[in-house]
């Protein structure tokens, strides 16, 4: 009953405001930048999804900062930090959203009724529906970024945390909770009724997508030893598996479906190239079968955490290179990386960016004009950089040249 409480919260954040119906170059050159901003303040900020929109994009971060950028808001512990900038990244108009404690965003994505929907994890104990430790977040904001609803999940004794949600093509709402090590599973309609929820424990899944033959695809990882990824295609209902692939020594992140097969994304621990590496495979839709396999990355530890396809079915794959691990934090590397395969996963062109020190990106768009690239810096010497980590957003061209 506790799960169905959960989905309840999830869809009626939704209802109420949803009018629904091969090897590396050893080469790396400096990609030309259209613009790069560093926002923040003198304390933790950070840009964590991106959404175009108007004049501009939508960046979705959070902030414990209260000058530089922000010097007109306060934040109340760490808060969701709203921010729309223009084209050329200038903030046109930023907002706070949260409660008491520390909200973390994972991602955002856009509704049909022009409004959004932010969700990651918290500890304000003033969201409605906190339970205890760190809920599930979800927020939801009116298309002039009004906070319309938000809401904690969560089981009170455990780390819990949204890490994924899409609108569905027939208007419902798909989410992940995470609970500690397992997943939960959600299909429902806006009004709130569930209409199928499954559980599938010591698993992690990152991220949830609907394919073209009406079904849905969860990629993620074996939990607790998180060492195994793993990639399912199950029907809408969340009861029948089409198939499951399970590939050990790796981490799944991103997935997207091209010419009848699927390039999964992520990080492999087998050392190829020396340390992890960037990671792709790619299935056959139908059975899951691994088709081809493909390390990337140099000799330091390298992770895929994303993958675009362009419009002339390439691919675009960004993540983080030269870094230690999962380790985050100024006294640890990590570059931006970001790089172009052909269908064949041959590879274009590779470009890192960043400073000195640990650069994290977090989320990228692939635009008519070019690569929106967001996350956050360590690095004191980018220019403007505050303090404590700073927001680090990149406008790029999409050519690769020089």
């Given at each position: 009953?506790?799960?169905?409480?959960?989905?309840?919260?999830?869809?009626?954040?939704?209802i109420?405001?949803?009018?629904?119906?091969?090897?590396?170059s050893?080469?790396?050159?400096?990609?030309?930048?259209?613009?790069?901003?560093?926002?923040?303040?003198?304390e933790?900020?950070?840009?964590?999804?991106?959404?175009?929109?108007?004049?501009?994009?939508?960046?979705?971060?959070?902030?414990?900062?209260?000058?530089?950028?922000?010097?007109?808001?306060?934040?109340?512990?760490?808060?969701?930090?709203?921010?729309?900038?223009?084209?050329?990244?200038?903030?046109?108009?930023?907002?706070?959203?949260?409660?008491?404690?520390?909200?973390?965003?994972?991602?955002?994505?856009?509704?049909?009724?022009?409004?959004?929907?932010?969700?990651?994890?918290?500890?304000?104990?003033?969201?409605?529906?906190?339970?205890?430790?760190?809920?599930?977040?979800v927020?939801?904001?009116?298309?002039?970024?009004?906070?319309?609803?938000?809401?904690?999940?969560?089981?009170?004794?455990?780390?819990?945390?949204?890490?994924?949600?899409?609108?569905?093509?027939?208007?419902?709402?798909?989410?992940?909770?995470?609970?500690?090590?397992?997943?939960?599973?959600?299909?429902g309609?806006?009004?709130g009724?569930?209409?199928?929820?499954?559980?599938?424990?010591?698993?992690?899944?990152n991220?949830?997508?609907?394919?073209?033959?009406?079904?849905?695809?969860?990629?993620?990882?074996?939990?607790?030893?998180?060492?195994?990824?793993?990639?399912?295609?199950?029907?809408?209902?969340?009861?029948?598996?089409?198939?499951?692939?399970?590939?050990?020594?790796?981490?799944?992140?991103?997935?997207?479906?091209?010419?009848g097969?699927?390039?999964?994304?992520?990080?492999?621990?087998?050392?190829?190239?020396?340390?992890?590496?960037?990671?792709?495979?790619?299935?056959?839709?139908?059975?899951?079968?691994?088709?081809?396999?493909?390390?990337?990355?140099?000799?330091?530890?390298?992770?895929?955490?994303?993958?675009?396809?362009?419009?002339?079915?390439?691919?675009?794959?960004?993540?983080?290179?030269?870094?230690?691990?999962?380790?985050?934090?100024?006294?640890?590397?990590?570059?931006?990386?970001i790089?172009?395969?052909?269908?064949?996963?041959?590879?274009?062109w590779?470009?890192?960016?960043?400073?000195?020190?640990?650069?994290?990106?977090?989320?990228?768009?692939?635009?008519?004009?070019?690569?929106?690239?967001?996350?956050?810096?360590?690095?004191?010497?980018?220019?403007?950089?505050?303090?404590?980590?700073?927001?680090?957003?990149?406008?790029?061209?999409?050519?690769?040249?020089?």
């Amino acid at each position: 009953m506790r799960r169905k409480r959960i989905f309840v919260v999830i869809s009626a954040l939704v209802i109420s405001m949803l009018s629904l119906t091969g090897c590396i170059s050893p080469s790396v050159s400096q990609k030309v930048i259209t613009w790069q901003k560093v926002l923040g303040g003198n304390e933790f900020d950070t840009i964590e999804s991106a959404i175009p929109v108007d004049d501009g994009f939508l960046l979705i971060g959070c902030s414990e900062s209260s000058d530089g950028d922000l010097s007109s808001l306060v934040p109340s512990s760490r808060d969701i930090w709203i921010i729309k900038v223009d084209e050329s990244g200038e903030i046109v108009t930023q907002t706070l959203a949260g409660g008491s404690g520390k909200d973390t965003p994972y991602g955002a994505i856009s509704l049909n009724d022009g409004g959004y929907i932010i969700f990651g994890t918290t500890d304000s104990i003033d969201i409605e529906g906190y339970q205890g430790n760190y809920d599930g977040l979800v927020i939801k904001l009116n298309e002039n970024l009004n906070v319309e609803f938000k809401s904690a999940l969560g089981d009170p004794y455990l780390y819990d945390q949204v890490t994924d949600m899409i609108q569905l093509n027939d208007g419902n709402i798909g989410a992940v909770l995470v609970s500690a090590t397992d997943s939960y599973l959600y299909i429902g309609t806006p009004d709130g009724t569930i209409l199928h929820s499954r559980i599938y424990p010591d698993t992690v899944f990152n991220k949830i997508v609907e394919t073209t033959d009406n079904c849905l695809l969860l990629v993620g990882v074996k939990a607790p030893d998180y060492n195994t990824g793993i990639v399912i295609k199950l029907d809408k209902n969340l009861e029948n598996e089409s198939w499951e692939q399970e590939i050990e020594n790796c981490f799944f992140f991103d997935i997207v479906e091209i010419d009848g097969k699927y390039v999964v994304a992520g990080t492999n621990f087998s050392g190829e190239n020396g340390g992890w590496d960037g990671y792709v495979v790619t299935l056959d839709a139908t059975n899951g079968v691994i088709t081809s396999e493909k390390f990337f990355g140099n000799n330091s530890d390298d992770i895929i955490e994303h993958i675009k396809v362009t419009n002339d079915n390439s691919f675009i794959f960004a993540g983080r290179i030269n870094c230690n691990g999962w380790q985050i934090g100024p006294d640890y590397p990590g570059d931006y990386w970001i790089f172009k395969t052909d269908e064949r996963l041959n590879e274009l062109w590779e470009k890192i960016y960043g400073g000195s020190k640990c650069d994290f990106l977090r989320d990228i768009l692939v635009l008519d004009d070019g690569i929106l690239a967001v996350g956050f810096t360590y690095s004191d010497d980018l220019p403007n950089y505050h303090g404590n980590g700073d927001g680090y957003v990149l406008k790029l061209k999409s050519d690769g040249n020089l």
